[in-house]
């Protein structure tokens, strides 16, 4: 059994790697409905429970059940263990719908809690709140079923270690896997003690990465690989990457914008564009209100999810707005200016803030608000500005959307536009007309918590869309909402808290609160150039460096060691729920301010996190995009690797885990029979050195340099720098090192029968990087260099004075 689950367990790390973080939906995956959210005593007959305490909307939907459910915390666990029995936990959010439809086929149902009352500890959890239980959890569940979803159903031990786990149940199963599991837990004990043993083993075993390669290459061909995985995806004919469900691409369209931005290549802007087009003309856009729902149920983006999630709409503000950059389409400024105008109308708290999501509608009416029948339209509009409303919406009289749960067709339909745009002047007069009627519908319920690692991504969004459009009231947002969370979810000490609801801010926040939020604030300082935001965004990097950094490997924990302690300490590594991952964005974050700031502890910690993480880029591109996106950030500049007086860029870059080698020419143009130089650069980590010479020793790899032989040109004497001695307590010797920040001079003649023209040259560095507790195996950067041979090239040498002139080679 014990095999058989760590087995499973790697085959599962690959696909939940693979997938992104996002658990495999179960049949018609989550949506939500419009539920009552109790604030205080029930005075209509209904039961109250102890979730009436609580400020999450998720458990105050359940806070009238009759079940006893506890929220997770102490009490509810030592209740458990008080008892001797079995922790039944339930874990969703407020605008699921197959949560809320469980809820009314068991949890609602005195039967149902008849037997969790009396055989269990019932235990209510909010995953948007507790993103750390979630993961676990899910990881559980996915061993144990080859699929996840919400609800995530679960039975524990005491301890919190799980033995079952399931999603969604009917009610007549629900009570018979009850009743079941009852009498488990009475007669075979030790069963499910064994089976839990193991089941927390294998949590561990994916949950830390076990397995995953360390140290390999953060270089231009993993960038290259993951670009083509994504092209391989890429669904030509309907646009996004893969089958459906479809959700929108945030993290490869960002990866694929930033490699646009380099190559120029004009096939990676039509995967860019095709992408937004089919979004931004699909169903999946809310046409009439503005914003974005969270994801299409077909192929070709026509039938959404009807949830709306403030995350999605934040990335969206980003991809559209780089989408207007890089075309000038007016389409996509216009997605932009819908987006902030759903925001600033449905989803900001009072104090600036912003809401979490908006429910698909209640159950058995997903989708109801938002769309029309053909009829409903002629009669708001009128007869001629109706039918050409239809027309231009692809609005049919008989509807063209069908029940995402049942597939009932529903005679109604969903607003999207299947040719090309109409006028927008006419066609927005009448959505404003449409948009006038709707309200005066029942409106889905809203998640009305803050978030601050969401309202990061949108304080982000809203900042990069101002100051790339010169929008003064995206900015603004942005800055209230900034302020809104210093002001109202920081501790007295400074620290980051999460959820924020109904005037109370409690949890400690986690590595992505931090690191999402922390990239707004930049992104505000760089459309503001108020110095209030870059050292916000500071006083946040600093908490992820002294609370997060795992000190030891590189990378970054999702919780900090005062978190409660769970089955594991998780990195997180691939986000979920189609949010950036915490140590990509915590990467860019660092580097960013590594530029901005001249401080090289945050690019090295930076640097640390991509070569721990190195392997999980190379096996999982996909899902991995934010953390592809700051390796390609770190790969292009070298502007931490040499001191302030010097260049900007290299002229070849590779990182060897905790090693970056930088190769600098001190001349492209050259004369036959002209000497230059290149100068090779290593930046290497603190706590880490590499090998100089040491002869006699057999058991290092020194550090070398070799010119890979061409008719072009011929190396002279390699100019090594000093080295250190080190007694290696290990190995009972004393060595030679390197450490810091060194430079290797290479002396380049070109041969004096050398053609005219291009010569591209290679060069091969070999090291090997050890630390304290390990020595990485040894590695090789190839170095590339194109010159052009021409004999009336100038003989000055002009090219990088600040490092040719430290290493004594005269102009």
């Known amino acids: 059994m014990c095999l058989f689950i760590l087995a499973v367990a790697i085959l599962l790390y690959v696909q939940i790697y693979r997938r992104g973080g996002e658990p ?28 009436i305490h609580e400020t999450s909307p998720y458990l105050l939907q ?34 699921c719908y197959w949560c809320h439809v469980m809820e009314r086929e068991c949890f609602e149902r005195q039967e149902v809690a008849d037997i969790l009352n009396k055989y269990f500890i019932a235990i209510k959890v909010d995953r948007e709140e507790r993103p750390d239980i979630d993961e676990q959890y899910m990881i559980a569940t996915q061993l ?30 629900f009570i018979d896997l009850l009743t079941q599991l009852a009498d488990m837990w009475r007669t075979r004990r030790a069963e499910v003690e064994q089976r839990a043993d193991q089941l927390a083993e294998a949590i561990r075993q994916v949950g830390s990465g076990a397995g995953v390669e360390v140290g390999l290459p953060v270089n231009q061909d993993l960038l290259d690989q993951a670009v083509a995985s994504l092209q391989q995806a890429f669904d030509a004919t309907n646009g996004g990457f893969g089958r ?46 503005g914003g974005f729902h969270r994801y299409a149920t077909d192929d070709h983006w026509l039938v959404p999810h009807f949830e709306k999630m403030l995350y999605d709409n934040a990335q969206l503000m980003r991809a559209y ?58 009669e708001v509009l009128g007869k001629q500005d109706g039918k050409s409303f239809a027309e231009a919406y692809g609005l049919r009289k008989g509807g063209n959307f069908q029940e995402e749960a049942t597939g009932r067709k529903t005679g109604a339909n969903i607003v999207h536009l299947p040719g090309p745009a109409q006028p927008e002047a006419g066609l927005k007069a009448m959505r404003d007309k449409l948009l006038a009627v709707r309200n005066r519908r029942r409106h889905p319920h809203k998640d009305d918590k803050v978030l601050a690692g969401w309202n990061g991504l949108m304080i982000a969004g809203l900042a990069y869309a101002g100051g790339q459009l010169d929008e003064p009231r995206y900015t603004r947002a942005a800055a209230r909402a900034a302020e809104f969370i210093l002001d109202n979810m920081m501790t007295k000490e400074g620290g980051l808290l999460r959820s924020y609801r109904a005037g109370q801010a409690k949890l400690p926040g986690y590595l992505d609160d931090h690191a999402f939020l922390a990239e707004g604030l930049l992104e505000l300082h760089e459309a503001t150039g108020e110095r209030r935001w870059l050292d916000a965004a500071r006083r946040l990097a600093d908490t992820i460096l002294s609370d997060f950094e795992d000190q030891r490997a590189g990378g970054f924990f999702f919780a900090t060691a005062d978190h409660e302690d769970l089955l594991l300490r998780s990195k997180n590594i691939m986000g979920g729920g189609n949010t950036p991952s915490g140590n990509g964005v915590a990467v860019l974050v660092l580097l960013r301010l590594g530029r901005l700031t001249g401080q090289d502890k945050y690019v090295q910690a930076a640097r640390r996190a991509l070569a721990s993480l190195s392997g999980v880029m190379w096996r999982s591109p996909r899902g991995a995009e934010s953390l592809l996106l700051a390796a390609a950030v770190d790969l292009e500049s070298a502007a931490e690797v040499i001191e302030a007086s010097g260049p900007a860029d290299s002229d070849a870059r590779q990182v060897l885990g905790p090693v970056t ?25 603190d706590g880490w050195h590499i090998y100089g010479p040491n002869p006699g020793v057999d058991f290092v790899v020194p550090t070398t340099i ?32 390197y450490e810091g920040q060194i430079q290797l001079l290479i002396p380049l003649t070109v041969n004096p029968d050398a053609a005219s023209g291009p010569a591209t040259l290679q060069l091969h560095l070999v090291t090997q990087a050890c630390d304290e507790a390990q020595c990485l195996a040894p590695q090789t950067a190839t170095l590339q260099l194109t010159l052009d041979i021409d004999p009336d090239a100038p003989r000055e040498l002009t090219r990088y004075p600040s490092i040719f002139d430290s290493l004594g080679v005269g102009r």
């Open 24 to 51: 495999t939906p179960y049949d018609a995956v989550e949506a939500g409905h419009m539920a009552t959210q109790p604030q205080g005593d029930s005075h209509d007959g209904r039961p109250t429970n102890r979730l």
């Open 62 to 95: 359940h806070a009238h059940n009759p079940v006893n459910w506890y929220a997770w915390g102490p009490e509810a666990l030592a209740q458990a263990k008080r008892e001797d029995k079995p922790i039944f936990l339930s874990i969703g959010y407020s605008t």
């Open 144 to 173: 144990i079923t080859r699929r996840g979803g919400w609800p995530n159903s679960l039975w524990l031990t005491p301890d919190g270690r799980p033995w079952m786990a399931g999603t969604y149940y009917p009610r007549e199963q």
């Open 244 to 289: 459906a469900p479809k959700f929108p691409p945030h993290g490869p369209l960002r990866l694929l914008v930033h490699q646009f931005g380099r190559s120029e290549d004009p096939e990676l802007l039509k995967i860019i564009t095709r992408t937004l087009d089919a979004m931004a003309t699909g169903g999946v856009r809310d046409h009439i209100g």
């Open 321 to 378: 707005t780089d989408g207007f950059l890089l075309t000038g389409d007016r389409r996509y400024r216009q997605a932009v200016e819908d987006i902030f105008a759903w925001v600033d109308r449905e989803m900001t708290d009072p104090g600036g803030g912003f809401h979490s999501a908006i429910d698909a509608g209640a159950v058995g009416e997903e989708g109801r608000f938002y769309v029309w029948r053909y009829d409903e339209v002629l």
């Open 661 to 685: 080698v930088d190769l600098f020419a001190s001349r492209l143009q050259v004369r036959a029979g002209q000497t230059f130089y290149v100068a090779v650069v290593l930046e290497i980590a």
């Open 706 to 737: 070799s010119l890979v032989p061409n008719a072009a040109v011929t190396a002279g004497d390699i100019v090594l720098p000093a080295s250190r001695p080190l007694a290696d307590p290990v190995l009972g010797e004393t060595v030679e090192i």
